[in-house]
């Protein structure tokens, strides 16, 4: 029956896939087409692995899979732009605003 027999600890095993290529190429294709980009680095949960939110002048987003917090600061750091823990700094207010302009008026975006 094995009632007092130990357990392994199983680890924590993410359901979510890894950043590929695309997601790369999606990311930088933003940073190219827009001004003011910041990239904010989000953590790893449960649920999905490390992402990275870019947020252009504007307030407009995206967000994407990246290969860890480094990966995130290389990938900043090689297109040359800021980049944020989203713990300790939040989302910037031109996001939200945006967010806000999307819901009010869906036919202009």
Do not use: C
Not at 61 to 89: E, Q
Not at 91 to 96: A, D, E, F
Request: hydrophobic share 30%; no cysteine; aromatic share 10%.
């Amino acid at each position: 029956m094995g009632l007092f027999r130990r357990r392994k600890k199983t680890r924590a095993v993410s359901l979510d896939r890894a950043a590929d290529r695309g997601d790369l190429e999606h990311l930088e294709g933003f940073v190219r087409s827009r001004r003011g980009v910041e990239a904010y680095i989000e953590p790893r949960t449960t649920v999905t692995e490390t992402t990275v939110m870019l947020i252009a002048d504007d307030g407009e987003w995206t967000r994407r899979r990246i290969d860890g917090p480094d990966g995130a600061r290389r990938f900043a750091y090689r297109l040359g732009i800021p980049v944020y823990d989203v713990r300790l700094m939040g989302y910037p207010q031109r996001m939200r605003d945006y967010n806000e302009r999307r819901k009010r008026r869906p036919e202009l975006f």
